[in-house]
């Protein structure tokens, strides 16, 4: 129905259009073929207006006609349009359905896709996985084969082995077994052995007794046999004698030999006499040949004797020589006791002397004497005091004499002999030197009321030299060189 309000409202707005359009004819000629038109009906407005709205009639009925039959086609096509739109939107319905079932479907696939794509990556590690295990077990099946071969090999070459120890232990059997009755016989023996050398052992020892007392047999027998060898030499001294009267009867029986040849009877006795001498001759001969071999020995030993009497005169030498050193050393260690002993004697006269000193209150310390008052005077009185000793008051000149001082003095004071009355300022020793070397207390010398003298504190808390007035009363120190000589 609005389709159709539309479609006339068009109509009415197309024929009031027309209608302006021939009141305003002047202004519209644009158009050819329209304005050919409306010229012609212009100049019939002019003419005959009857039949100008006639025939406007009739061409507006004539297009009302073909309006309608067209708006009437239009209602059909628009109605089809409208069934087809419903059909259309009942099937995009059905689309949108089918595509959220789709939307739906989509999403379950790719639910299941992704599970499928993690189940796949997951088949593709176990995959990776038993690719990887898969060559380890072929690189490992290679290596047990490898393996395998090298121990079959070694098991043939052990089988081997196998076979030859087992000859050889068949073999060893059989010498175990040899070695076995070997052994029982061996140990029958060794017991036998032990039974002989026990037997053995007990005659070694009767033997060792024997030796033992055929030693002292034969040293008995040297000594003898030393004084036969002396007997022997007299006796051969004697023998040689008697060869030279034998000598010079032989020569008498030659001679006479010559006066009996005649005499076979002598002859023959010559002859048995000449075979006596024959024996003897060899007897002699024997007899030197035994002297020869005492006489090398002999000389062999007396060689030696030599030699070690050699080796003896060197010794004594030595020794003599040594006696001499010992002498002279002898000599000089009795002058050194000498003198030793002398300075011994000296020291203890000295000590003598200073312990007398002590007794009068001396004081001994590197070769001089100190005496310290227990009285108190003036510098002047206390000088006159040390005087009197055969001292004077005392010079102090090292560090260690300082403190021995010190020390002897207690926790007191005491005059020194050094003052600058003289001088003020210039501090000098009783024996007139200089001081050069000085132990002052610290603050010391202030010179506070003319102090001119010096006295040394041996005080706790001060100790050292002070300047004081010379009149004041404190206690004093002499000093005296020690001369034993004196003494
Ligand atoms: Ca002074
Ligand atoms: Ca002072």
Redesign the pocket.
């Known amino acids: 129905m609005e389709m159709r309000q539309v479609i006339v409202k068009n109509f009415h707005l197309v024929s009031y259009n027309r209608f302006n359009s021939c009141e305003d004819n002047d202004d519209k000629d644009e158009d050819n073929l329209a304005n050919q038109s409306i010229r012609n009906i212009s100049s019939g407005c002019n003419t005959s207006g009857s039949r100008y709205y006639r025939l406007s009639a009739v061409c507006l009925t004539l297009l009302c006609v073909l309006l309608i039959s067209a708006v009437s086609v239009l209602w059909v096509k628009f109605n089809n349009l409208t069934t087809k739109n419903t059909d259309l939107q009942t099937h995009y319905s059905n689309l949108i359905l089918e595509k959220e079932q789709l939307q739906t479907s989509y999403g379950n696939l790719t639910f299941e896709r992704n599970q499928l794509q993690i189940m796949y990556s997951n088949l593709n590690r176990d995959k990776n996985q038993l690719q990887a295990s898969y060559n380890n077990l072929t690189v490992e099946r290679d290596r047990l084969q490898a393996s395998y071969n090298n121990l079959t090999v070694e098991r043939d070459r052990v089988q081997t082995s196998y076979n030859k120890l087992t000859v050889e232990r068949d073999r060893l059997q059989t010498s175990y077994n040899n070695l076995t009755v070997e052994r029982d016989r061996l140990q029958t023996s060794y017991n036998n052995l032990t039974v002989e050398r026990d037997r053995v052992q007990t005659s070694y020892n009767n033997l060792s007794v024997e030796r033992d007392q055929l030693q002292t047999s034969y040293n008995k027998l040297s000594v003898e046999r030393d004084q036969l060898q002396t007997s022997y030499n007299k006796l051969s001294v004697e023998r040689d004698q008697l060869q030279t009267s034998y000598n010079n009867l032989s020569v008498e029986r030659d001679q006479l030999q010559t006066s009996y040849n005649n005499l076979s009877v002598e002859r023959d006795q010559l002859q048995t006499s000449y075979n006596k001498l024959s024996v003897e001759r060899d007897q002699l001969q024997t007899s030197y040949n035994n002297l020869t071999i005492e006489r090398d020995r002999l000389q062999t030993s007396y060689n030696n004797l030599i030699m070690v009497r050699d080796q003896d005169q060197a010794k004594c030498k030595e020794l003599a020589n040594e006696l001499a050193k010992l002498q002279t050393n002898y000599s000089t260690m009795a002058n050194q006791k000498d003198q030793l002993q002398k300075e011994k004697d000296e020291i203890q006269k000295r000590l003598r002397e200073i312990a007398a000193q002590a007794k009068l209150g001396w004081v001994y310390f590197s070769s001089s004497l100190y005496f310290i008052s227990t009285e108190k005077k003036s510098w002047n009185e206390a000088r006159a005091d040390c005087r009197k000793k055969g001292a004077d008051l005392v010079i102090i000149k090292t560090k260690e004499e300082e403190e021995v001082l010190v020390k002897q003095l207690g926790s007191d004071k005491a005059w020194i002999g050094l003052n ?1 009355r003289p001088v ?2 210039t501090w000098k020793w009783v024996d007139g030197t200089a001081l050069t070397t000085a132990y002052w207390a610290p603050g010391e ?1 202030n ?1 506070s009321g ?3 003298c010096a006295e040394l504190w041996g005080l706790l808390d001060k100790q050292g030299w002070n ?1 004081r007035p010379c009149n004041d009363g404190v206690r004093w120190i002499c000093k005296k060189p020690f001369r034993t000589s004196q003494w």
Request: charged content about 55%; proline content about 11%; glycine content about 12%.
């Open positions: 600058d003020e300022g010398p010179n003319n102090e001119d300047d």
